[in-house]
């Protein structure tokens, strides 16, 4: 028998801090984590309806210095062992610790992570199969947007946060959106 084509699957794109857990700026304790609310509900509604869930977070505290990969993996085990409780687990994290005043050198490599660029979008692109065009991103700021628009992602979700006037006013024209005040008001 010949192999058949793997078909491509929809992509709930989620950003962390902020959307899946309570922003805790650069934060390292895991003690901070607390889910947001309506997220483990949406992961498993995205689930159901057969869509990838993947990660993409920008870390440049790790890069400024500000915390370790030890203490941003920390935060995200965390993260995850709550997210399992309820059987709601992504199926892949990619973060960019990329910062551009590094004195660590690996972290200043691969600046096209680093959202608003779409360098984690096009990993995960190469390492799953990724329908873009029926995929969502939900974030709390205009950078999580505009990556994802690069990408070819079409949908893409807002979520309120404190600072919701200020990263309104920073989405790029031409990118359509939708402000959600809860994510229990995203539709996949």
Known sequence: MGSMLQTRRPCLFLDR???IIKNVPYSKDPETVELMLGIEQLISNAKAKNYWVIVVTNQSGIGRGWLTLEDYQAVTDRMLQYLKLSGAEPDCIYYAPYYE???IPEFLTKPHWRKPQAGMFEQACLDF????SKSVMVGDRASDLEAASKAGVTRHYLLHSEDYEKERGLVA???PYQFVESLLDIKL
């Open 17 to 19: 801090d902020g959307v």
């Open 101 to 103: 005043k590094s004195t």
């Open 129 to 132: 199969q990724i329908d873009l």
């Open 173 to 175: 024209p031409g990118i």
